[in-house]
Nanobody, 128 residues
Framework: QSRLVESGGGLVQPGGSLRLSCATS????????IGWFRQAPGKEREGVSC?????????LYADSVKGRFTISRDNTKNTVYLQMNSLKPEDTGTYYC????????????????????WGQGTQVTVSS
Protein backbone atom coordinates (compact mmCIF):
# COMPACT_ATOMS: atom_id res chain seq x y z
CA GLN A 1 0.00 0.00 0.00
CA SER A 2 1.37 3.40 -0.98
CA ARG A 3 1.70 5.86 1.87
CA LEU A 4 3.42 9.00 3.05
CA VAL A 5 4.53 8.63 6.66
CA GLU A 6 5.41 11.61 8.83
CA SER A 7 7.45 11.26 12.01
CA GLY A 8 9.55 13.31 14.39
CA GLY A 9 6.89 15.37 16.07
CA GLY A 10 6.69 15.89 19.80
CA LEU A 11 6.68 18.34 22.66
CA VAL A 12 9.47 20.93 22.72
CA GLN A 13 10.14 24.11 24.65
CA PRO A 14 10.18 27.49 22.91
CA GLY A 15 13.55 28.01 21.25
CA GLY A 16 14.05 24.31 20.78
CA SER A 17 14.39 22.22 17.64
CA LEU A 18 12.74 19.27 15.97
CA ARG A 19 13.39 17.44 12.74
CA LEU A 20 10.36 16.06 10.94
CA SER A 21 10.63 13.27 8.39
CA CYS A 22 8.33 12.41 5.52
CA ALA A 23 9.01 8.95 4.14
CA THR A 24 7.40 7.23 1.20
CA SER A 25 6.18 3.68 1.54
CA UNK A 26 5.38 1.58 -1.50
CA UNK A 27 6.81 4.02 -4.04
CA UNK A 28 9.96 6.02 -4.67
CA UNK A 29 10.50 9.67 -3.85
CA UNK A 30 12.85 10.67 -6.66
CA UNK A 31 10.42 12.24 -9.13
CA UNK A 32 8.08 13.81 -6.60
CA UNK A 33 7.78 17.26 -5.08
CA ILE A 34 6.96 17.36 -1.37
CA GLY A 35 5.11 20.01 0.54
CA TRP A 36 4.87 20.45 4.30
CA PHE A 37 1.70 21.91 5.76
CA ARG A 38 0.46 22.50 9.27
CA GLN A 39 -2.87 22.99 10.95
CA ALA A 40 -3.34 24.55 14.35
CA PRO A 41 -6.53 23.92 16.34
CA GLY A 42 -9.35 26.06 15.02
CA LYS A 43 -7.31 27.31 12.08
CA GLU A 44 -7.05 26.45 8.42
CA ARG A 45 -4.22 24.35 7.11
CA GLU A 46 -1.33 26.46 5.84
CA GLY A 47 1.70 25.78 3.69
CA VAL A 48 5.00 25.77 5.54
CA SER A 49 7.63 24.67 3.03
CA CYS A 50 8.10 22.65 -0.13
CA UNK A 51 10.86 21.13 -2.23
CA UNK A 52 10.83 20.19 -5.89
CA UNK A 53 11.59 16.75 -7.26
CA UNK A 54 14.94 15.03 -7.87
CA UNK A 55 17.71 17.45 -6.82
CA UNK A 56 15.32 19.73 -5.02
CA UNK A 57 16.45 22.82 -6.91
CA UNK A 58 13.37 24.76 -5.85
CA UNK A 59 12.44 25.32 -2.22
CA LEU A 60 9.84 27.65 -0.77
CA TYR A 61 9.12 28.78 2.77
CA ALA A 62 6.25 30.60 4.41
CA ASP A 63 7.30 34.02 5.69
CA SER A 64 6.58 32.90 9.23
CA VAL A 65 9.27 30.19 9.12
CA LYS A 66 11.95 31.71 6.89
CA GLY A 67 15.35 31.60 8.53
CA ARG A 68 14.18 29.04 11.10
CA PHE A 69 13.08 26.00 9.04
CA THR A 70 15.08 24.13 6.42
CA ILE A 71 13.70 21.54 4.02
CA SER A 72 15.89 18.89 2.41
CA ARG A 73 15.56 15.53 0.73
CA ASP A 74 17.48 12.26 0.61
CA ASN A 75 16.23 10.30 -2.36
CA THR A 76 18.33 7.27 -1.40
CA LYS A 77 16.25 7.02 1.77
CA ASN A 78 12.98 8.10 0.13
CA THR A 79 12.70 10.78 2.80
CA VAL A 80 12.20 14.53 3.00
CA TYR A 81 13.20 16.35 6.16
CA LEU A 82 11.99 19.55 7.76
CA GLN A 83 14.51 20.89 10.26
CA MET A 84 12.74 23.28 12.59
CA ASN A 85 14.84 25.55 14.80
CA SER A 86 14.00 28.41 17.17
CA LEU A 87 10.52 27.00 17.58
CA LYS A 88 7.75 29.26 18.83
CA PRO A 89 4.40 28.45 20.44
CA GLU A 90 2.69 29.57 17.23
CA ASP A 91 4.44 26.71 15.41
CA THR A 92 2.21 24.29 17.31
CA GLY A 93 -0.01 22.13 15.13
CA THR A 94 -0.35 18.95 13.18
CA TYR A 95 2.22 18.79 10.41
CA TYR A 96 1.41 17.01 7.17
CA CYS A 97 3.48 16.18 4.15
CA UNK A 98 1.98 15.84 0.70
CA UNK A 99 2.98 15.02 -2.83
CA UNK A 100 1.61 15.29 -6.34
CA UNK A 101 0.98 12.50 -8.80
CA UNK A 102 1.12 14.73 -11.89
CA UNK A 103 4.58 15.44 -13.25
CA UNK A 104 5.90 18.89 -12.35
CA UNK A 105 9.66 18.98 -12.87
CA UNK A 106 11.60 21.45 -10.74
CA UNK A 107 8.47 22.96 -9.21
CA UNK A 108 6.67 22.94 -5.89
CA UNK A 109 4.04 25.12 -4.25
CA UNK A 110 2.69 26.10 -0.85
CA UNK A 111 -0.87 25.75 -2.12
CA UNK A 112 -2.49 22.60 -0.79
CA UNK A 113 -4.51 22.28 -3.99
CA UNK A 114 -1.24 21.51 -5.80
CA UNK A 115 -1.01 18.16 -4.00
CA UNK A 116 -3.24 15.11 -4.22
CA UNK A 117 -1.65 12.58 -1.87
CA TRP A 118 -1.29 13.24 1.85
CA GLY A 119 0.17 11.69 4.92
CA GLN A 120 -1.64 11.29 8.24
CA GLY A 121 0.29 13.98 10.09
CA THR A 122 2.51 14.30 13.13
CA GLN A 123 1.82 16.52 16.12
CA VAL A 124 4.19 19.31 17.10
CA THR A 125 3.63 21.14 20.38
CA VAL A 126 5.80 24.06 21.40
CA SER A 127 5.18 24.93 25.03
CA SER A 128 7.01 25.60 28.25
Amino acid sequence: QSRLVESGGGLVQPGGSLRLSCATSGFGLLGLPIGWFRQAPGKEREGVSCISDRAGTMTLYADSVKGRFTISRDNTKNTVYLQMNSLKPEDTGTYYCATRSLSSPDLCALDEGYYDFWGQGTQVTVSS
